[in-house]
């Protein structure tokens, strides 16, 4: 079996329609059987998740599909199962899905799967539940390689301020164990002052002036989302007299998660080091491909893809994990960056 095919198994499709799909995966998503699409996401507070979903949306409407609203949980992770009850009553047939709490959504695939209704995970994979498809970037690697480029600006010594995400979600469990499993074990040396911030920028920005004023010997920080915590941090950096450009002494390292239109900006500007991106298009094409195979039938089984990825069963689920690229001042006006293609 090639590397093509070996990335899903057929259930009982006809001839043609499984030729269309083979034909699909090796070029992109193909043209499926049109039908309605919901998309429920936990949260809209940042430009990289209303992106998101916009483009979702978009990408659902060029491939002949009907789409529903988009139903925002509002970071309510009790309103994100009763929006997938609302959506199916709706007449959703597969789901596209960004979590609010990886173990609170369960419930809500389950619900799905009793009705026939497909969903495919992207950005946030859930802890269990039923789940044609997880797409995501492999988070615990974006934390690993912000690892290697704090050490490598510490010259592997000093202090770090880790600034987490919300732990109850997969994506801020793997992002932080990346990152400090990366420092325990190949950087003792180096101090991690580690911080929940729950996704808030509140709160991310109160704990930055919290540290950066109580640690004079402060050499970097780590922000797992720059969509989020980026404009407080360089506000209290600049509010503290320690907002010095990239390469002038006292310049205090800095590396996010997300690879927004803002972080791409700063670090053109000198003040920010640089951002492990979110390759959120590659997020909507294979989770809209994945979906439209579910719904027709389909299911994936692990093995590796012929779009430079990997599928690997996790918790259950089939979890597709997407490269993501490290954007410093060399390359942030690369055109395949997400954050380069957006518009105003």
Same mark, same amino acid.
């Given at each position: 079996?090639?590397?093509?095919?070996?990335? #899903?198994? !057929?259930?009982?499709?006809?001839?043609?329609?499984?030729?269309?799909?083979?034909?699909?995966?090796?070029?992109?998503?193909?043209?499926?059987?049109? #039908?309605?699409?919901?998309?429920?996401?936990?949260?809209?507070?940042?430009?990289?998740?209303?992106?998101?979903?916009?483009?979702?949306?978009?990408?659902?409407?060029?491939?002949?599909?009907?789409?529903?609203?988009?139903?925002?949980?509002?970071?309510?992770?009790?309103?994100?199962?009763?929006?997938?009850?609302?959506?199916?009553? &709706?007449?959703?047939?597969?789901?596209?899905?960004?979590?609010?709490?990886?173990?609170?959504?369960?419930?809500?695939?389950? #619900? $799905? &799967?009793?009705?026939?209704?497909?969903?495919?995970?992207?950005?946030?994979?859930?802890?269990?539940?039923?789940?044609?498809?997880?797409?995501?970037?492999?988070?615990?690697?974006?934390?690993?390689? $912000?690892?290697?480029?704090?050490?490598?600006?510490?010259?592997?010594?000093?202090?770090?301020? !880790?600034?987490?995400?919300?732990?109850?979600?997969?994506?801020?469990?793997?992002?932080?164990?990346?990152? $400090?499993?990366?420092?325990?074990?190949?950087?003792?040396?180096?101090?991690?002052?580690?911080?929940?911030?729950?996704?808030?920028?509140?709160?991310?920005?109160?704990?930055?002036?919290?540290?950066?004023? !109580?640690?004079? +010997?402060?050499?970097?920080?780590?922000?797992?989302?720059?969509?989020?915590?980026?404009?407080?941090?360089?506000?209290?950096?600049?509010?503290?007299?320690?907002?010095?450009?990239?390469? &002038?002494?006292?310049?205090?390292?800095?590396?996010?998660?997300?690879?927004?239109?803002?972080?791409?900006?700063?670090?053109?500007?000198?003040?920010? +080091?640089?951002?492990?991106?979110?390759?959120?298009?590659?997020?909507?094409?294979?989770?809209?491909?994945?979906?439209?195979?579910?719904?027709?039938?389909? !299911?994936?089984?692990?093995?590796?893809?012929?779009?430079?990825?990997?599928?690997?069963?996790?918790?259950?689920?089939?979890?597709?994990?997407?490269?993501?690229?490290?954007?410093?001042?060399?390359?942030?006006?690369?055109?395949?960056?997400?954050?380069?293609?957006?518009?105003?």
């Amino acid at each position: 079996m090639t590397d093509t095919v070996r990335c #899903f198994v !057929s259930r009982a499709l006809p001839v043609g329609l499984a030729a269309g799909m083979v034909f699909g995966l090796a070029s992109g998503p193909a043209q499926a059987q049109s #039908f309605t699409m919901g998309y429920s996401t936990g949260f809209l507070q940042d430009p990289f998740q209303v992106i998101q979903a916009d483009k979702a949306i978009a990408a659902g409407k060029a491939a002949g599909l009907k789409t529903l609203p988009v139903a925002n949980a509002a970071n309510d992770a009790g309103k994100q199962i009763t929006d997938f009850h609302n959506l199916i009553s &709706e007449g959703a047939q597969g789901i596209m899905l960004v979590a609010r709490d990886s173990d609170a959504i369960v419930p809500a695939l389950k #619900f $799905a &799967e009793t009705k026939n209704v497909p969903v495919v995970a992207i950005d946030m994979g859930p802890a269990g539940g039923k789940a044609a498809m997880v797409v995501r970037a492999d988070n615990i690697r974006m934390g690993a390689d $912000a690892c290697g480029l704090v050490a490598k600006a510490l010259g592997d010594k000093g202090v770090v301020l !880790s600034l987490m995400g919300d732990q109850a979600t997969l994506n801020g469990r793997d992002r932080t164990n990346g990152f $400090a499993d990366c420092m325990k074990k190949d950087h003792p040396n180096i101090r991690v002052i580690a911080q929940p911030t729950y996704w808030q920028a509140e709160k991310a920005t109160a704990i930055a002036q919290t540290i950066v004023t !109580s640690t004079p +010997d402060l050499g970097a920080i780590y922000m797992q989302s720059d969509a989020v915590m980026l404009p407080g941090v360089l506000n209290v950096l600049k509010s503290a007299g320690k907002l010095k450009k990239v390469g &002038e002494p006292g310049h205090i390292f800095t590396v996010s998660i997300d690879g927004t239109p803002y972080a791409h900006q700063k670090i053109r500007e000198d003040v920010h +080091d640089a951002a492990v991106s979110q390759p959120m298009t590659l997020y909507v094409k294979w989770g809209l491909y994945y979906l439209q195979g579910a719904v027709a039938g389909k !299911s994936f089984a692990p093995g590796p893809t012929d779009h430079d990825s990997r599928i690997e069963m996790f918790n259950g689920n089939p979890m597709d994990l997407l490269p993501a690229p490290t954007v410093t001042k060399a390359n942030v006006d690369d055109p395949n960056l997400w954050a380069n293609g957006v518009k105003g």
